[in-house]
């Protein structure tokens, strides 16, 4: 019901606005009562003669902000370690995502990774990496691996 009261107030603003008798109404304000006793203020502009919008000013040139270099850290060895241990060895080292993916190939998730072991890392130990240059392969404990 309210939103019918809103759209027919609405409706009456527009109206008076377009249906004018030829005269300049400067911008006005009507008070009138809405539903529950409460009162909406409406303003409208009314105005026969058009204001031409004032030229844009040019946009100025973006300025090139230097970012701050991203910390590199020192990749630690992390093969054999179940995969909770080696993100937290590497989270030690100051690099706070890096990445798992299945070595088997089979796309398995990752889920808790305290049940699964990593086989292989890239890129090697000492290396320099950045925030998820890190990837650690991984197999369920207890598959066959190198880490026996």
Known sequence: MA?????????????SAVGGNGKDHSTSQR?????????????????????PAAPAAP??????ASQPAAPRAPMPNVVC?????????????????????DAT????????????IVVAQAPAPGSLIGEGEAVLS?????????CG
Do not use: C, H, Y
Request: charged share 15%; glycine share 10%; no cysteine.
């Open 3 to 15: 939103a019918v009261l809103g759209g027919l107030l609405a409706l009456a603003a527009i109206g």
């Open 138 to 146: 991984v197999v369920k404990i207890g598959e066959p691996s190198s």
């Open 59 to 64: 946009m100025p040139a973006p300025v090139q």
């Open 81 to 101: 370690m179940n995969l909770q241990d080696a993100q937290d060895t590497i989270q030690a080292a100051g690099v706070f995502f890096s990445r798992s993916k």
């Open 31 to 51: 008070t009138s009562a809405t539903p529950a006793g409460r009162s909406a203020v409406v303003a409208s502009s009314t105005s026969a003669a058009a204001v």
């Open 105 to 116: 190939g089979k796309g398995r998730m990752q889920v808790r990774d305290r049940n699964w």
